[in-house]
């Protein structure tokens, strides 16, 4: 998962660039990256780190130009090197910078395609890099010296024609203008929307969620639909055209479980209704299987699962309460590479309230449960706090197989509930009792936002996966990429080559 942003304006946008990158770090805090244009020259500044961190005020100052994209990393495939932060840039044709969130499913079949018939060299693991040499070969298909918005448009729905997956991507041409699109499937969020100056002219943004929009004072004009691409002119004039033959609706429904922000519309959906709504179900789903219930208290695993909890406790008539206080200069654990680093940040991010435990049944409510581990300590620090029993609710169902659009879920037997009962994965955790969204339950709850989307990607919990490539084969070659051990061993072997560089 990633954020990704892109900006037209009359004025420079670096530093509005980078007001939309803090507030897409929830998206990823393994990288970020600017590449801003003045005239038809690039500047490009990317490293690894949050944000705040890789722009140091002399940096920002070089990042001049009046059109600009940006991009925060979390990695699902290739590695944590520096050298896969994103934009990427390729100078052939016209000089191009991608940003890209979603991950491609038919990577390694691209590869070998841009290696033979297009004649481009792949310099790292990254599907992006990838992607950005597609859309490039394409373009370069127009012949021209001088680039037409059609051309753009034609070389977009080539892209659709080619690559399979998920992938919400954002391309600036230098001197040209600011590109974004959507898979066919609209799998992956980004919206657009504008901004009138005083000046009288119009400023358009496209990003990840409407949150960055909003930060900046930009009016949400809607989602990018799936297949559909936005091209705004440097000199500002927007263009929009549907650049797939065939679409079919089906956004990914862990975005609104726990990846967006509260405060984002998706698709059209308030992921803060959608979240309450989750709560709702899962209060019901509890008087209906345990009606004469003994929970005292209600406490969420701060944050995501606070607006669920929240709705839980009224709906169930037991108070809320606030029972860990959160270290906010930690990192979201689910999102750190390496499951040692994860254990060891639970500690370190949250602490609990003695007061709010002590001698009570407490019912602890998560946004989701997927390698469990995060979930037995909580569940331990809150028997050391002194609670009488440990409740667990996770507002999702079971998380049992891998997610191969752009979370990081990589290998089967990384995740709890894979190949367990729901008693099982209680016990492996250490609850007194475990409550588990059902599916349906978290379809209606999200999909009741807006019921003109048919089916959302529930792949991590039903294995139905709607790009019609992906099969047990696909999947060991992903666990054996992805999971936790491949990953250090990459990441060591990187590490020690960037040191070699260094010297």
Not at 281 to 304: F, Q, R, S
Not at 404 to 425: C, F, K, S
């Amino acid at each position: 998962m990633c954020g990704i942003a892109a900006i037209v304006s009359n004025q420079n946008v670096n530093q509005d660039l980078y007001d939309a990158l803090t507030v897409l770090q929830h998206r990823g805090q393994d990288a970020a990256g600017i590449a801003t244009c003045e005239g038809s020259r690039l500047h490009l500044r990317k490293d690894n780190g949050l944000a705040r961190d890789v722009f140091s005020p002399s940096q920002m100052l070089k990042l001049k130009g009046n059109m600009g994209i940006a991009h925060v990393r979390y990695p699902t495939a290739g590695c944590t090197s520096s050298a896969e932060a994103q934009p990427f840039y390729v100078n052939s044709p016209f000089g191009l910078t991608l940003a890209h969130n979603g991950n491609l499913t038919n990577t390694e079949e691209l590869k070998i395609q841009v290696f033979m018939d297009d004649q481009r060299h792949i310099n790292t693991d990254s599907d992006s890099e990838v992607l950005l040499n597609v859309f490039a070969h394409e373009l370069q298909q127009s012949g021209k010296l001088t680039l037409s918005v059609n051309d753009v448009f034609t070389a977009v729905s080539a892209v659709h024609k080619r690559c399979r997956g998920a992938y919400a991507v954002v391309v600036m041409i230098a001197g040209f203008g600011v590109l974004g699109f959507r898979d066919p499937h609209g799998i992956r969020p980004i919206v657009f929307g504008e901004r009138k100056t005083e000046e009288g002219s119009t400023d358009y943004m496209i990003a990840s969620e409407s949150v960055a929009l909003d930060v900046l004072d930009f009016h949400l004009i809607r989602d990018i639909a799936p297949g559909e691409a936005v091209f705004i002119e440097a000199n500002g004039k927007l263009h929009i055209q549907q650049c797939a033959e065939q679409i079919d609706h089906c956004p990914c429904i862990f975005e609104y479980v726990y990846f967006a922000r509260p405060d984002s519309i998706i698709d059209d959906i308030s992921v803060y209704k959608a979240r309450m709504r989750m709560g709702k179900k899962l209060a019901k789903k509890i008087l209906k299987e345990w009606p004469n219930h003994d929970i005292d208290v209600v406490i969420p695993i701060p944050d995501t699962s606070r607006t669920a909890a929240l709705q839980m406790a009224h709906d169930l008539g037991v108070k809320f309460r606030e029972g860990f206080m959160k270290n906010r200069y930690i990192g979201r654990t689910f999102i750190m590479p390496g499951q040692k680093m994860r254990q060891k940040s639970v500690k370190q991010k949250l602490n609990a309230i003695a007061l709010e435990f002590s001698g009570k049944n407490v019912l602890l409510v998560d946004d989701s449960v997927v390698r469990g581990t995060t979930s037995e300590q909580i569940i331990q620090m809150a028997r050391d706090a002194g609670a009488k029993k440990v409740y667990f609710a996770s507002a999702a169902p079971p998380v049992r197989y891998p997610n191969v659009y752009g979370i990081d879920m990589p290998a089967a037997h990384e995740l709890i509930a894979h190949g367990r009962t729901e008693q099982e994965v209680c016990e492996a955790i250490r609850a007194d009792r475990l409550i588990y969204q059902d599916i349906d339950d978290l379809i209606d709850a999200v999909g009741r936002g807006n019921q003109n989307i048919k089916h959302f990607d529930t792949s991590c919990f039903t294995h139905e996966y709607i790009t019609a490539d992906i099969d047990d084969a696909y999947l060991a070659r992903i666990e054996a990429l992805r999971n936790d051990t491949a990953q250090a061993e990459r990441n060591s072997e990187n590490i020690l080559l960037e040191l070699q560089n260094a010297q």
